[in-house]
């Protein structure tokens, strides 16, 4: 039997099974090979070594990480979460100042829908405290084996290129940490946001310079199409996420819809993407790339 992934052609028989397939640690760009030895020391070590998912904000990886998350897990694979970004965001800040809940109306989980919270509305500290929360309630929902945290100020709107060397020499740090990890990112090209596009240059430019060998990237604002078959135009990899790890994506989602003060959850992924958020919870597909031929550095015009 035969099946494509990552857009290479694998056939899926003796001594060739999904589980190997998923963790033999090949990877990922157009043009490279997919390195299996049958049975080898390769695959072996290569199982053993962590399958590392980057999140540049908070609730991306519910969004467009999870189902990948939980079948790395299924098969053997010690799973790494890092979130890339603190996530400044004055407009959350406003929100969850404004009284009534204006912004999401009936829909919002808030109590008799009204928060009027007093945060700092530059660069709020409660914003990026309350975001990291529901991020770590995401990541105990998928059972990640850990939490990494870059813990960088969101930069990509300003110093562009700074913000991309950060994120090289984190990831390069990682890398010699954990040698034979794959990496899995964004794919900023198409996400059209300058963090997200920051993240996917930083991966490029280590993928080039054959630092790191097995790379993914995962269309994580693909849920903006409201058109379910528009999603996965392009991908090189649809996974289609088996019903009991839906069941899970949906309470990592669900850490973003979660009104409970008393342990800092305020909805705010919920307040910012809803649409993506429900999307998602109802689309039990990813869509992963490989690096396009045509790929170009650089923040993209307009964003």
């Given at each position: 039997m035969?099946g494509t992934?990552?857009?290479?052609?694998?056939?899926?028989g003796?001594g060739?099974?999904r589980r190997?397939?998923l963790?033999?640690?090949?990877v990922?760009?157009?043009?490279?090979?997919l390195?299996?030895?049958g049975?080898?020391?390769?695959?072996r070590?290569?199982?053993?070594?962590?399958a590392?998912?980057y999140?540049p904000?908070?609730?991306?990886?519910?969004?467009?990480?999870?189902g990948s998350?939980l079948?790395?897990?299924?098969a053997g694979r010690?799973?790494?979460?890092?979130?890339?970004?603190?996530?400044?965001?004055?407009?959350?800040?406003?929100?969850?100042?404004?009284?009534d809940?204006?912004w999401?109306?009936e829909?919002?989980s808030a109590?008799k829908?009204?928060?009027?919270l007093?945060?700092?509305e530059?660069?709020?500290?409660?914003?990026v405290a309350?975001?990291k929360a529901e991020?770590?309630?995401?990541?105990?929902a998928l059972?990640?084996?850990?939490?990494?945290?870059?813990?960088l100020?969101?930069?990509?709107?300003?110093?562009?290129?700074?913000f991309?060397k950060?994120i090289v020499?984190?990831?390069r740090e990682?890398d010699?940490?954990?040698?034979?990890?794959?990496?899995?990112?964004?794919?900023?090209?198409l996400?059209l946001?300058?963090t997200?596009?920051?993240c996917?240059?930083?991966?490029?430019q280590?993928f080039n310079?054959?630092?790191?060998?097995d790379?993914?990237f995962?269309?994580i604002y693909a849920?903006?199409?409201?058109a379910?078959?528009d999603?996965a135009?392009g991908?090189?990899y649809?996974?289609?996420i088996p019903?009991?790890?839906?069941?899970?994506?949906r309470?990592?989602?669900?850490?973003?819809?979660?009104?409970?003060?008393?342990?800092?959850?305020?909805s705010?992924g919920?307040?910012?993407?809803?649409?993506?958020?429900e999307?998602?919870?109802a689309d039990p597909?990813?869509f992963v790339?490989t690096?396009?031929?045509?790929y170009v550095f650089?923040?993209?015009?307009g964003h």
């Amino acid at each position: 039997m035969k099946g494509t992934r990552m857009g290479f052609e694998v056939a899926a028989g003796p001594g060739l099974s999904r589980r190997r397939i998923l963790t033999a640690g090949a990877v990922a760009a157009t043009g490279m090979a997919l390195a299996l030895e049958g049975g080898g020391r390769q695959a072996r070590a290569a199982s053993k070594a962590p399958a590392i998912f980057y999140s540049p904000h908070q609730d991306d990886e519910a969004i467009g990480l999870a189902g990948s998350i939980l079948e790395h897990k299924a098969a053997g694979r010690p799973v790494y979460l890092v979130l890339v970004s603190r996530g400044e965001n004055d407009k959350l800040a406003e929100i969850m100042n404004m009284g009534d809940c204006k912004w999401l109306g009936e829909k919002c989980s808030a109590p008799k829908h009204y928060h009027k919270l007093g945060w700092a509305e530059k660069k709020s500290q409660e914003v990026v405290a309350a975001r990291k929360a529901e991020f770590r309630a995401s990541a105990k929902a998928l059972g990640v084996d850990k939490v990494i945290d870059f813990d960088l100020p969101d930069d990509a709107f300003g110093d562009y290129d700074g913000f991309v060397k950060k994120i090289v020499k984190k990831v390069r740090e990682l890398d010699k940490k954990y040698p034979g990890a794959s990496h899995k990112f964004s794919a900023g090209w198409l996400d059209l946001t300058a963090t997200h596009k920051a993240c996917s240059d930083a991966a490029a430019q280590l993928f080039n310079d054959r630092e790191i060998t097995d790379v993914r990237f995962h269309h994580i604002y693909a849920y903006q199409q409201r058109a379910e078959a528009d999603r996965a135009k392009g991908a090189s990899y649809v996974l289609n996420i088996p019903p009991k790890h839906m069941e899970i994506k949906r309470k990592a989602i669900l850490a973003y819809n979660t009104w409970d003060p008393s342990r800092n959850l305020y909805s705010l992924g919920y307040h910012s993407v809803s649409e993506w958020l429900e999307n998602a919870y109802a689309d039990p597909r990813e869509f992963v790339y490989t690096l396009p031929d045509d790929y170009v550095f650089g923040r993209i015009p307009g964003h």
